[in-house]
């Protein structure tokens, strides 16, 4: 199986079926033939974002991880194999955002393709899909 690392706000357009995330990615997202992942950052991401009011969800965050789970999503935890990558980084036209780069550490440390709209994935060496 082929393993994807989902983006946070590809996480956010999917759950809460947004019209920004296009129908070939959702379709590409409910495909059986990956394997879905999401790392246990994005969802601090988003916990953060809500807190501070900058992200709305239309579930409740204590509800996220039984969805994760109906939806068949995984969540990775960071580990310190992840974090020895991420310090490894090299910094790219000033791409310093923390939670990003550790999608990008993990995404190389584990052989993961990232679906991901965000261009500055494509600095690193790392398989963006963006359909």
């Known amino acids: 199986m082929i393993q994807l690392l989902i983006d946070t706000h590809i996480l956010v357009w999917y759950l809460q079926a947004d019209h920004h995330l296009d129908a070939k990615t959702a379709e590409l997202l409910e495909d059986t033939r990956y394997d879905l992942n ?22 409740e965050f204590k509800d996220l991880k039984d969805l994760l789970g109906r939806l068949s999503i995984a969540v990775l935890p960071v580990e310190f194999e992840d974090i020895h990558e991420y310090l490894n980084l090299p910094f790219f036209n000033d791409h310093r955002d923390p939670f990003d780069r550790m999608l990008i550490a993990q995404s190389m440390r584990r052989s993961l393709r990232i679906v991901s709209n965000d261009s500055s994935f494509d600095l690193y060496n790392v398989d963006r899909i963006w359909i």
């Open 38 to 59: 999401v790392s246990i950052v994005s969802i601090w991401e988003m916990a953060i974002k809500s807190g501070l009011g900058k992200l709305s969800l239309t579930i």
